[in-house]
């Protein structure tokens, strides 16, 4: 069974703090997605990211996967109240299936 | 683009009753959607894999005869809680998967939140 294991769970930090999620595993993917969730909606996807060691931006958001294509990383720069959600990572499950499994998600909280 | 909705957003229902949820894909063709349901505070877990003129496909410890699912058309699946009870209540969230022009990515819809007194 491939787990995607995130961490921090929970993260309570102060409006412009940087912070970090991570999201590893000891499987490889071809791919890994990083999701948003505010509660009672679905969740939104924010990036994909394909090749191993690969970085890709949207605004102060930062994601990073590794050389190995086993973990993820999410920064965010500045955070604002705005950004406060349930991040998700998800990965496709092995075996050319489309079948996407999550991780347990990282609550933020960005307080103003 | 790519916008997956869901109806009903909300319900509440008695024990012992059916409850009927619709997932659509309002601006693209999906040959495949899949539903989740999320309890308070958890992830998403995958229920089944709905595809489009076939029988849907259940994850291990999913009842089918109690989560049934129809994908009638390349834009609607839908799934029915058969005889309802209080341990069914959880989120519900769908998701349609696009073609080739949306990367075949995966697009969710906003989810139901479904309680049964």
């Known amino acids: 069974t491939q787990l995607l294991e995130q961490s921090p769970q929970f993260l309570s930090i102060q409006e412009g703090e940087n912070l970090t999620v991570y999201c590893n595993s000891s499987?490889?993917?071809?791919?890994l997605q990083w999701y948003r969730q505010e509660p009672g909606e679905g969740p939104v996807l924010l990036v994909t990211?394909?090749?191993?060691?690969e970085v890709k931006k949207l605004k102060r958001l930062t994601f990073q996967f590794g050389d190995a294509r086993k973990d993820s990383s999410l920064h965010i720069t500045a955070a604002q109240p705005g950004d406060t959600g349930l991040y998700l990572c998800a990965a496709k499950a092995q075996g050319g299936s489309e079948k996407l499994v999550f991780g347990k998600g990282t609550k933020l909280t960005v307080n103003p | 683009g790519a916008v997956v909705s869901q109806h009903p957003s909300w319900v509440i229902c008695k024990s012992g009753t059916s409850v009927k949820i619709e997932c659509r894909s309002l601006d693209f063709q999906a040959t495949t959607m899949f539903w989740y349901r999320q309890f308070p505070k958890q992830s998403l877990m995958l229920m089944a894999t709905?595809?489009?003129?076939?029988?849907?496909?259940?994850e291990q410890g999913v009842e089918k005869d109690k989560f049934l699912i129809n994908h009638a058309s390349l834009t609607l699946s839908t799934l029915t809680v058969t005889s309802a009870h209080p341990e069914d209540s959880s989120f519900y969230i769908c998701?349609?998967?696009?073609?080739?022009?949306?990367?075949?990515?995966?697009?969710f819809g906003p989810g139901t939140r479904l309680t049964v007194t």
């Open positions: 499987s490889v993917f071809s791919s």
């Open positions: 990211v394909v090749t191993g060691g």
């Open positions: 709905s595809n489009e003129g076939s029988k849907a496909t259940y």
């Open positions: 998701s349609a998967r696009g073609d080739r022009s949306q990367s075949y990515e995966q697009y």
